[in-house]
C-alpha cells in the first residue's frame, strides 16, 4: 500500500463483520482493541455489525482477530467477490439470531412466570407455601435456571469483556439478576440455619434475566428493519440474464455476466447488469435509482443500470458493469460505508459510554455501601415514598434495601439507548436516501448538511442543462420559421461546432426534412456558408453577414433582444438575403427555478460561481433568484470563493457535477456531486444525487435535517432517561424489575423512534 510517486503509505479501507456486540460498551470495546493495533484506525457500527478499518500498513487479519477476540467478540472478514452474496448471508445469519432469540426468551419466560406466580403469595400474604424451605429452595432453583440456560450466553459475554477489561452491558445485567439469584440462596441458608435473614429476590432475578432477553429479541428485530434499505436493494437483483453466445441465446445467472455480453431483455423483465442498449426502444422503469416512478425512454446509445425494470419494448444491451461494478453494486457499497460510518456529535456519546459502565458499577456499589452502613440517609424518602409507591418497603432489612438499590442501578443503567441513538437513526437515513435517489458516502456530511446555510452552485451541467439547445427562432419579413430552420441545418449538418449539432438536432426534432449542402466551408469564428438547392446559405454572425454583403437593416433590436437574454445568434441569409436568426443557449433546468426559491424560502443563501461569461451569468442568476453570483472563474477561483465564504463563518454546500468542480467539491464543508456529472466528481463528493435534477438537492437537504432532528431527539431522550432514572435507583425507590423494563424499553424505543423517520416527506 505505498503511493509510488510519493513512497508514502496509501490508505486502504477493509469491512469486517462483527458478532456478538449488544450495546454501545461493546462498540467501544472494539474500536479501543482495534485502535491498539499499529497502523488501525477502525470506526465500528452496532446496527450493521460491522468495523471499517482505515489501514496505513499491511495488517494481517490474524492480527486484527486476536484483538477483537482478546475484548470478547469475533471478527469476519467480508468476502470481496461477491458483496450481494455476502450481504444476504449476513441477513440470513442475522434472521437465524432473531429466531433463536426468539427461542431463548420464551424460554426464559416458561422459567419465570411460575417463579414470579409462586413469589404472589408471599408478596402479597407473606405466604411461603407450602414451607419455607421448599418456597426459597424452588423460586432460587427457578432464577439459577433461568440465569444458567437462556441467560448463559449473556453470563459468558459479561466474562469475557470483564476478562478483557473492557465491560459492557452484559456485566451490569449478569451483577444484578446474579445477586438477586445469589440472595435466594443466603434465604436458603438462613431457612437451614446457616445464616441471617435476607429478602429473597432469585424470581426478580429470574425477571431481570427474561425482560432482558426480550429487550435484546425486540431490539433486534427493530434494528433488523432499520437495515432493510440494503434488503430491498438486494431483492432488486434480477437472478438470471438471457445472453448471446456464439450464434444461441443462454439463460445464465446474472453473476456470469461478463462485461462485453450481449443480453437480451424482454418486455417486463429487469435488466441484469449495467451496460449500452444496442437495439430497440423502450421504457425503463429507474425508480430504483432515482425514486422518480416516470419510466425514462431508452434508445441506440442509451445507458441502462442494472435491476432496473424494461417496460415496452425489446432490448439488446451490451454490458458494461458486472459484479462490483454495477451501479447497484455501488449503491450498496455507499450506504454500507455511510452506515458504519460516525457523525461528529457521536463523539460525545461515545467518550459517555466508553466510561458508563465502569461509572455504574461504582454507583451501584455506593448505593450499597450507602444503605447499608448509613441506612438513615435514605430510609426517611423511602418512607415517604412508600405511600404512594407500592414496592417501596422500608421495614425490610438493612442488607435487602442495600442489594435492592444495588440491583436496581445496576439494571437501570443503559448505554445501550446512547449508542443506538446516533447510529441507528443514521442507518435508516442513508437507507432511505438511497432508495430516493440521495447517496450519502459519509455520515458527517448530514451533520454538516443539516447545519448547512449556503448553498454554492456550479452553472454548466448542475443549473443547466449542460448542452447547447435552440430556444427560439426569429423569421424575417415574409420567411417561415421551419424554412429558416431547414436551410441552417442543412449547412450546419458538416460541422461537428456543438452549436451546430444544436441546430441540426432541432430540426431532427422539430420533423423538418432539409437538403444536403455542397460547396460547404467554415469561416473560422464567424460561421459556415455553402450551397442548398441551388442557392447560397450563410449560417452565423453579423460580421458573416456584412462580409457576404448581406443588408443588416432591423438586426440590431433583435440581437440585442438575444444577447440581453444571454443567448447566442445565428444570424441565417440565402440568395442574398436575410431569412431569421436561430437563438441558441444552455437552458435551465425545468425545476431549477422552482427548487431554488424553495430553498431561499427554507433559509439557505443561495451563490453560483461559473467559468461563463459575466452577461450569461447575470441572466442565469436574475432568472433563477440567485442572491449572489461569480463569473469567469477558474477550478481555482472556485475553491478561493468557498473559501471565502466559509471564512466569513458560512457552512457552505457546494453542488457541481464537472471535473472542474472536484477541487471546490472538497474545499466545501460538505460537497454534493450531481449524479448526471463526471466520475472525478462524484468521487470527490459527500454526497451523490442520482438524478440530474436540482430537485434532488432540496430532497438532500430535507433528508439531512429529518435525520440529524431523529439523532438529537435520541440523544435527548437517551440522556434524560439516565439522568433520571439512576438518583430515583440510587435512592431505593424503582424495582429492579421496572428497572430493567425501563431499561430495555428505552433502547427499543430510541430504535423505534428512528424507524419512524422512513415516513419523512422528502
Not at 442498449?277 to 425514462?296: F, H, K, N, Y
Not at 422539430?510 to 469564428?525: D, N, T
Not at 460561481?609 to 452577461?615: C, I, N, S, V, Y
Not at 468557498?642 to 458560512?650: I, K, M, S, T, Y
Request: a negative charge; hydrophobic letters at 50%; aromatic letters at 6%.
Amino acid at each position: 500500500m505505498m503511493d509510488g510517486s510519493t513512497g508514502t503509505p496509501t490508505p486502504a479501507r477493509r469491512t469486517y463483520r462483527i458478532a456478538g456486540m449488544h450495546c454501545s460498551a461493546c462498540v467501544g470495546s472494539v474500536e479501543k482493541s482495534l485502535n491498539a493495533v499499529d497502523g488501525v484506525e477502525a470506526s465500528v457500527s452496532l446496527p450493521a455489525e460491522s468495523a471499517t478499518l482505515t489501514l496505513t500498513r499491511d495488517v494481517a487479519f490474524e492480527e486484527l482477530a486476536a484483538a477483537v477476540e482478546g475484548a470478547g467478540y469475533e471478527i469476519e472478514p467480508i468476502a470481496d467477490v461477491d458483496r450481494g452474496e455476502a450481504e444476504r448471508s449476513r441477513l440470513a445469519e442475522a434472521e437465524a439470531r432473531s429466531r433463536e432469540a426468539w427461542r431463548t426468551m420464551w424460554t426464559a419466560w416458561a422459567l419465570t412466570v411460575p417463579a414470579m406466580v409462586w413469589m404472589l403469595p408471599e408478596m402479597f400474604a407473606g405466604l411461603r407455601w407450602p414451607s419455607p424451605l421448599v418456597f426459597d429452595l424452588g423460586v432460587t432453583l427457578l432464577g439459577a435456571a433461568v440465569l444458567a440456560g437462556p441467560g448463559g450466553p449473556t453470563l459468558r459475554s459479561a466474562w469475557r469483556s470483564a476478562r478483557g477489561r473492557t465491560p459492557n452491558m452484559d456485566v451490569l445485567i449478569a451483577l444484578g439478576a446474579g445477586v438477586s439469584v445469589l440472595t435466594g440462596v443466603w434465604a436458603v441458608l438462613h431457612v437451614l440455619g446457616f445464616a441471617p435473614m435476607i429478602m429473597n429476590f432469585a424470581p426478580v432475578g429470574a425477571m431481570i434475566a427474561a425482560i432482558h432477553l426480550t429487550g435484546r429479541y425486540v431490539e433486534a428485530k427493530a434494528r433488523g428493519r432499520s437495515s432493510s434499505a440494503i434488503q430491498a436493494l438486494l431483492s432488486l437483483e434480477a437472478p438470471a440474464a438471457r445472453v448471446e453466445r456464439e450464434g444461441a441465446q443462454l439463460e445464465i445467472p446474472t453473476r456470469d455476466v461478463a462485461v462485453g455480453d450481449v443480453m437480451i431483455i424482454r418486455p417486463g423483465e429487469k435488466i441484469p447488469t449495467d451496460g449500452i442498449v444496442l437495439e430497440g426502444r423502450s421504457a425503463v422503469d429507474e425508480s430504483l435509482a432515482t425514486g422518480e416512478s416516470i419510466p425514462v425512454e431508452k434508445e441506440p446509445g442509451s445507458s441502462v443500470l442494472g435491476s432496473t425494470v424494461n417496460h415496452s419494448g425489446a432490448l439488446r444491451v451490451r454490458a458494461t458493469g458486472v459484479g462490483e461494478d454495477t451501479f447497484l453494486s455501488n449503491v450498496i457499497r455507499l450506504v454500507e460505508e455511510a452506515q458504519a460510518s460516525k457523525v461528529p456529535i457521536q463523539e460525545f456519546a461515545d467518550r459517555v459510554t466508553a466510561i458508563f459502565v465502569p461509572v455504574i458499577l461504582v454507583v451501584a456499589l455506593a448505593a450499597f455501601a450507602g444503605w447499608f452502613v448509613v441506612p438513615g440517609l435514605f430510609t426517611e424518602a423511602a418512607r415517604w415514598a412508600s405511600g404512594f409507591i407500592p414496592w417501596v418497603n422500608p421495614e425490610l432489612g438493612r442488607l435487602s434495601l442495600a442489594l435492592y438499590a444495588a440491583v436496581a442501578v445496576l439494571v437501570i443503567a443503559c448505554p445501550c439507548a446512547l449508542g443506538l441513538a446516533t447510529p441507528t437513526a443514521l442507518m435508516v437515513g442513508t437507507g432511505l436516501g438511497a432508495t430516493r435517489g440521495v447517496l450519502i458516502r459519509d455520515g458527517a456530511a448530514v451533520q454538516t448538511l443539516d447545519r448547512a446555510d449556503t448553498l454554492v452552485f456550479d452553472k454548466t451541467g448542475t443549473l443547466t442543462r449542460g448542452a447547447p439547445r435552440v430556444v427560439e427562432i426569429f423569421a424575417a419579413g415574409e420567411a417561415a420559421e421551419g424554412r429558416v430552420l431547414a436551410l441552417a441545418a442543412a449547412v450546419e449538418d458538416a460541422s461537428e461546432h456543438p452549436l451546430a449539432r444544436a441546430v441540426v438536432e432541432e430540426a431532427r426534432g422539430r420533423g423538418i426534412p432539409f437538403s444536403r449542402a455542397g460547396g460547404v466551408e467554415a469561416r473560422i469564428g464567424m460561421g459556415i456558408v455553402g450551397e442548398v438547392d441551388g442557392q447560397r446559405v450563410s449560417v452565423g454572425s453579423a460580421r458573416l453577414l456584412r462580409e457576404e454583403g448581406i443588408p443588416e437593416e432591423d438586426i440590431a433590436d433583435v440581437e440585442r433582444r438575444f444577447r440581453d437574454a444571454a443567448r447566442t445568434v445565428a444570424w441565417v441569409a440565402a440568395g442574398g438575403r436575410l431569412l431569421g436568426a436561430i437563438a441558441i443557449a444552455d437552458p435551465v433546468k425545468e425545476d431549477a427555478r422552482e427548487t431554488l426559491l424553495e430553498l431561499s424560502r427554507r433559509g439557505f443563501r443561495t451563490v453560483m460561481l461559473t467559468g461563463d461569461h459575466e452577461a450569461v451569468a447575470a441572466a442565469v442568476a436574475e432568472h433563477l433568484g440567485i442572491d449572489d453570483f461569480q463569473a469567469g472563474l477558474l477550478p481555482a477561483d472556485k475553491v478561493e470563493a468557498v473559501r471565502q465564504l466559509r471564512a466569513e463563518g458560512r457552512t457552505v454546500a457546494f453542488v457541481g457535477d464537472g471535473i472542474n468542480d472536484a477541487p471546490a467539491l472538497k474545499a466545501a464543508d460538505v460537497g454534493i456531486a450531481v449524479g448526471t456529472g463526471t466520475d472525478i466528481a462524484i468521487e470527490a463528493a459527500d454526497i451523490t444525487l442520482v438524478q440530474g435534477d436540482l430537485r434532488s438537492v432540496l430532497r438532500a437537504t430535507k433528508l439531512a435535517r429529518a435525520t440529524f432532528r431523529k439523532i438529537r431527539e435520541n440523544l435527548f431522550w437517551a440522556y434524560v432517561y439516565n439522568v433520571v432514572a439512576i438518583p430515583v435507583a440510587f435512592l431505593g425507590l424503582l424495582h429492579p424489575v421496572i428497572a430493567e423494563a425501563a431499561m430495555a424499553l428505552s433502547s427499543i424505543s430510541v430504535v423505534t423512534n428512528a424507524n419512524r423517520l422512513r415516513r419523512a416527506r422528502l
